[in-house]
């Protein structure tokens, strides 16, 4: 059972659209990261939010944290081909697990056509 | 960011051997670090949870006879595929978790991965 659900699983844009990438649960997370990860190596974290309707940006990047933690949102302005490339949502720990592990979601793989 | 690294980067054996995949977490103490598996264009799979000092905590479906996990300390730890088999041709990524981040929240930083193709 996976956890964390990411839609969508496949984005083919074009140079300079826009796009949003969700990462939903039904669980409540104390946060929530998203990660980038390029062919043949490891994620990259992008970013960690931990307050429920936090937002924050990375450059054209937009990450918002749901009210109640249990879902996120990945805002990409004006997208390039330097962000293709696989989109991880990861959250944990989960306050109604007692593991301690990270949860990843399902992943959005995200090509940018030049 | 902190530093994890993983050896060998890429290897291929034959059917029936062993292969040790190293994980450091090269600038800072790692209370806990996890292994990973992912096929091509998918999520990460966890394998297991391996805390210094005491045994691996395997997730579900995971045989821990197959997939050797040793944390001797607290910057290093081993995956040993045990007679691999095609099936394991994976890439296996671990991560390291330590340190925290402004909000206090202890962070996962991931190793490059090791691609594995089992002949």
């Known amino acids: 059972t996976q956890l964390l659900e990411q839609s969508p699983q496949f984005l083919s844009i074009q140079e300079g659209e826009n796009l949003t990438v969700y990462c939903n649960s039904s669980s409540v997370f104390s946060s929530l990261q998203w990660y980038r990860q390029e062919p043949g190596e490891g994620p990259v974290l992008l970013v960690t939010v931990v307050t429920g309707g936090e937002v924050k940006k990375l450059k054209r990047l937009t990450f918002q944290f749901g009210d109640a933690r249990k879902d996120s949102s990945l805002h990409i302005t004006a997208a390039q081909p330097g962000d293709t490339g696989l989109y991880l949502c990861a959250g944990g720990p989960n306050f109604t697990n007692t593991g301690n592990q990270f949860y990843f979601g399902t992943g959005t793989s995200l090509t940018v056509i030049p | 960011g902190a530093v994890v690294s993983q050896h060998p980067s890429r290897v291929i054996c034959k059917s029936g051997t062993s292969v040790k995949i190293e994980c450091r977490s090269l600038d800072f103490q790692a209370t806990t670090m996890f292994w990973y598996r992912q096929f091509p264009k998918q999520s990460l799979m966890l394998m297991a949870t391996?805390?210094?000092?005491?045994?691996?905590?395997?997730e579900q479906g995971v045989e821990k006879d197959k997939f050797l996990i040793n944390h001797a300390s607290l910057t290093l730890s081993t995956l040993t595929v045990t007679s691999a088999h095609p099936e394991d041709s994976s890439f296996y990524i671990c991560?390291?978790?330590?340190?925290?981040?402004?909000?206090?929240?202890?962070?996962?930083?991931f190793g490059p991965g090791t691609r594995l193709l089992v002949l």
């Open positions: 991560s390291a978790r330590g340190g925290t981040t402004s909000g206090g929240i202890e962070t996962q930083y």
């Open positions: 391996s805390n210094e000092g005491s045994k691996a905590t395997y």
